[in-house]
């Protein structure tokens, strides 16, 4: 199984739409988890971490469960400027604390 | 506000070849990464530094080598560049192990 699995994508959308990305983690001691942005050819940028309680920044939601091992990222009223690949990362506690495992990522378009 | 600076952003070498790709933070991060990035797959660790004189292996460390002689510095060396070496390179840089690693803009590699 995959340390870090996500939707395949791709994901086409209007203007406007709500979407949502899925994420699945194999490591259960894992211990922090983070949604990261790349736009192409460019280099991936922090969207935002991801709390155990669920956390919000502007249109985007956050989720995690930790008992099914699942983190989301729902985007509300998509922006053309939202096109980009979505990277779910998690980090791994104890004696690899240092590393942080990428998702293979999700591309999404957001059409006028 | 520099960041994360690599050189050079692009390089094309020959099977058999050696090149050094350079990466220097500004951040005074303890943490330095080296991913390497293939089309439609996740980021892969290939080494990284806790610190100046620490460096250990990633997920797929063969065919490089790196140091840290600085807090600043950390290169990758390739010896016997390969085909398989054909990727997208990504520095990294965090504070601490479960801060936000700020990357740099990447060298593309292609190995003829």
């Known amino acids: 199984r995959k340390e870090v699995e996500q939707d395949p994508g791709p994901f086409n959308v209007p203007e406007g739409a709500t979407v949502a990305f899925n994420c699945t983690y194999s490591?259960?001691?894992?211990?922090?988890f983070f949604w990261y942005r790349q736009d192409c050819r460019k280099e991936p940028k922090l969207l935002m971490s991801v709390y155990s309680s669920g956390n919000e920044d502007g249109r985007f939601t956050a989720q995690l469960n930790r008992a099914s091992q699942y983190i989301s990222l729902l985007i509300r009223d998509s922006k053309l400027s939202d096109s980009a690949t979505y990277l779910c990362v998690v980090r791994e506690s104890g004696g690899s604390n240092y590393k942080l495992t990428f998702g293979k990522g999700t591309l999404l378009t957001v059409n006028p | 506000n520099a960041g994360v600076t690599q050189t050079p952003k692009f390089r094309i070498l020959k099977i058999g070849q050696s090149m050094t790709l350079q990466c220097t933070q500004d951040?005074?991060?303890?943490?330095m990464y080296w991913y390497r990035q293939d089309p439609g797959m996740g980021l892969k660790l290939i080494y990284y530094s806790v610190g100046a004189g620490i460096t250990d292996k990633g997920e797929v460390p063969n065919g490089y080598n790196v140091s840290r002689s600085t807090t600043e510095d950390f290169p990758l060396r390739l010896e016997l560049a390969a085909p398989s070496q054909t990727s997208v390179y990504f520095c990294a840089s965090s504070y601490d192990a479960g801060g936000e690693a700020f990357f740099g803009q990447g060298t593309r590699l292609t190995v003829v």
């Open positions: 490591n259960s001691a894992s211990q922090s």
């Open positions: 951040m005074n991060h303890n943490y």
